[in-house]
């Protein structure tokens, strides 16, 4: 037997370095840090403080409300910290665990990863309580965070180099009940568009959205805006959704406006829902968020200004649909996402 197989037999699943003095188990309204040991040149006993949230009123459900899961999109830390302002523990049932910079560095970088460890927080999961900042909070998410929670809510957007639709998507697998609740808290939350993800795409079993999903978490994940701005019908979906879900969920008392629409479903359909630049160059968008389209139509140019004489490249949609995002910059390389389409998704009842 390797002395790796004796170690990994013989020591206790790891635990989390993070240390806070917030009590999720008492009544009232905690605001305090999850204390991440870090050592740089600048501070070899430092710790980053990321700020955390706890407000409980007696027995309940649990809901985890986070934003800066990537630290450029604003929405959502702007709808959390307004929500941390004007709640009070009195104005709930059961508890409110909210984080609404997750990943601190980044969210005072004003960037997607980082700063410190070049970490991307929502394909960090399920984490390392011994690696770097950004695995130390995956872990602590997926190991202590979501373990307490019934519902959870990640707030993102495109970020510095997408804009989307301000849409949500969710997971259709899991038990009748599960998959009910789901539905239920999507229609709650109230987005004019969702889409269904099987969890193939992107960031596939390394997110938020996939621990949640692996604790048994009803879990919803926005797409608010992006292009590092505030974009103010996903602003809205951020304060009066997370507010709507909440009061959906037995936590907030107090009955917000219901949505009168149930959200048009949508599905990616693969790698072919997303329009790839095959050039460096600078992108000319032909169409615009929300329209439909056909496949082959025209998406867009690459345009070659460093060489004007050379004709400039058309980009086709390789399946059709309804644009949900694209490229925030015109500046763009060969392999950039220039736009993604969603297609129509039924449910089977
Ligand atoms: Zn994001």
Not at 162 to 171: G, K, Q, S
Not at 298 to 318: E, K, M, N, Q
């Amino acid at each position: 037997m390797s002395t790796m197989n004796l170690i990994s037999q013989d020591l206790p699943p790891r635990r989390s370095r993070i240390a806070t003095e917030v009590d999720f188990e008492a009544d009232g309204r905690q605001c305090g840090f999850l204390s991440v040991p870090i050592s740089t040149h600048e501070s070899a006993y430092g710790r980053v403080q990321v700020p955390v949230v706890c407000l409980r009123n007696g027995d309940g459900p649990t809901a985890l409300l986070v934003a800066g899961n990537h630290g450029d999109e604003y929405e959502g830390q702007i709808a959390l910290v307004r929500l941390i302002q004007t709640i009070d523990p009195a104005h709930i049932l059961g508890r409110l665990i909210v984080l609404p910079a997750a990943n601190l560095p980044a969210a005072l970088a004003g960037r997607r990863e980082s700063p410190l460890d070049g970490g991307n927080l929502n394909r960090a999961f399920p984490g390392d309580p011994d690696g770097g900042p950004t695995e130390m909070i995956a872990h602590f998410i997926e190991n202590v965070l979501l373990p307490m929670a019934d519902y959870a809510l990640d707030l993102h957007s495109g970020g510095s180099s997408l804009v989307y639709r301000p849409c949500a998507l969710v997971r259709d697998h899991g038990t009748p009940e599960h998959v009910a609740k789901t539905f239920a808290a999507l229609a709650a939350f109230g987005p004019s568009l969702a889409y269904v993800t099987d969890g193939r795409n992107q960031g596939a079993e390394r997110t938020f959205h996939a621990a949640a999903d692996r604790c048994g978490v009803i879990v919803i994940t926005a797409e608010l805006g992006g292009g590092a701005h505030i974009d103010g019908e996903g602003l809205r979906l951020a304060n009066d959704g997370t507010r709507r879900l909440l009061h959906h969920i037995g936590i907030l008392a107090v009955a917000q406006a219901a949505c009168a629409d149930r959200p048009r479903l949508m599905r990616v359909e693969g790698i072919a829902s997303y329009v790839l630049s095959p050039e460096d160059g600078v992108f000319e968008p032909c169409v615009c968020l929300g329209d439909d389209v056909a496949p082959g139509a025209l998406a867009g140019w690459i345009h070659y200004p460093d060489t004007p004489w050379r004709p400039s490249s058309a980009v086709r949609f390789r399946s059709g649909g309804s644009v949900v995002c694209q490229r925030a910059t015109c500046a763009t390389k060969r392999g950039d996402c220039l736009f993604q389409v969603l297609t129509e998704y039924q449910r089977q009842q």
